[in-house]
C-alpha cells in the first residue's frame, strides 16, 4: 500500500502570514471594515467563505466571493513580488521523502491559484503529486475531507497517510480521518499531534517511518 504525506501550507510550508494579513487588511479596508490583525489571527487558516461573513455578517454568497477574489489577487501579488522561502526543514524532507518512495499531496485551505503560485515560488512543485484546494472540498478543517479526498488521490489509505499540519483545527482533522499527524508550531504550546515539534528542522531522521503502521 501507498505510504503518503499530506501537507498543509500556509504556516507549514510556508510563513505567509504577513501576505495574507496585508491582503485581508486593505481588502477589508476597501469595504469600510477596520480589521484588526487580531481579528485576522482569530481566522487565520479558515476558508473565506467561513471568514468573510465575521467582518460583514450581510454580505451575499455572491459579494463573499467577490471579496475573497479580490483579496487572493492581492495575496498572489504579494508573494510574486516579495518572494517566499520554505520554512526550515520543509525543503529538505519534501526532497527525502520523495527519495524514499513516499507520495506527496498539498491539503490547504487556500484557493487553488494560491497553491500554485506559492509551490512555483519557493520550487517545491516537483515532490508532490495531488493537490487538494478550497475548491476540491465543500467543509474545511477541521472536517476531515480534505484530507480524505487528498489520501484517495495518492491511492492511500488513512492509516498510511501521515498529515503535517501547524493548526489545531488540521490536526484535529487529522485524528477524525483516523490519520497519524506531525503538529508544527513555531510559536505557543505544542498542539496535540502524534509528534509535535517547534520546527520540521527537528523531526528525527526516522519521524515519518514510525508514524506508519506496519505491514503484516
Do not use: C
Not at 487528498?150 to 489545531?168: F, H, M, N, Q, Y
Not at 513555531?186 to 520546527?199: E, H
Request: charged share 20%.
Amino acid at each position: 500500500m501507498t505510504k503518503s504525506v499530506l501537507w498543509d501550507l500556509d504556516g507549514t510550508l510556508v510563513d505567509s502570514e504577513q501576505y495574507h494579513w496585508l491582503a485581508w487588511r486593505d481588502s477589508m479596508a476597501a469595504e469600510g471594515v477596520a480589521l484588526t490583525h487580531q481579528q485576522f489571527l482569530e481566522t487565520f487558516g479558515l476558508r473565506n467563505d467561513a471568514i468573510v461573513p465575521q467582518w460583514i455578517p450581510a454580505a451575499t454568497p455572491e459579494r463573499i466571493a467577490q471579496i475573497a477574489d479580490i483579496k487572493e489577487q492581492f495575496y498572489r501579488r504579494l508573494v510574486r513580488e516579495g518572494g517566499l522561502e520554505p520554512l526550515p526543514g520543509a525543503r529538505l524532507w519534501t526532497e527525502r521523502l520523495a527519495q524514499q518512495g513516499w507520495r506527496q499531496a498539498i491539503a490547504s485551505s487556500a484557493p487553488r491559484e494560491n497553491v500554485d503560485v506559492v509551490l512555483a515560488v519557493i520550487g517545491l512543485a516537483p515532490y508532490f503529486q495531488a493537490i487538494v484546494s478550497a475548491e476540491d472540498v465543500k467543509l474545511g478543517k477541521p472536517d476531515p475531507q480534505v484530507f480524505l479526498t487528498a489520501a484517495a488521490r495518492l491511492g492511500s489509505t488513512p492509516a498510511k497517510s501521515i498529515v503535517v499540519e501547524d493548526a489545531p483545527a488540521g490536526i484535529e482533522a487529522a485524528r477524525r480521518a483516523g490519520m497519524p499527524s506531525i503538529g508544527v508550531r513555531r510559536n505557543g504550546p505544542p498542539l496535540p499531534a502524534d509528534l509535535a515539534v517547534s520546527s520540521l528542522a527537528d523531526l528525527p531522521p526516522d519521524a515519518f517511518q514510525r508514524l506508519v503502521l506496519p505491514e503484516f
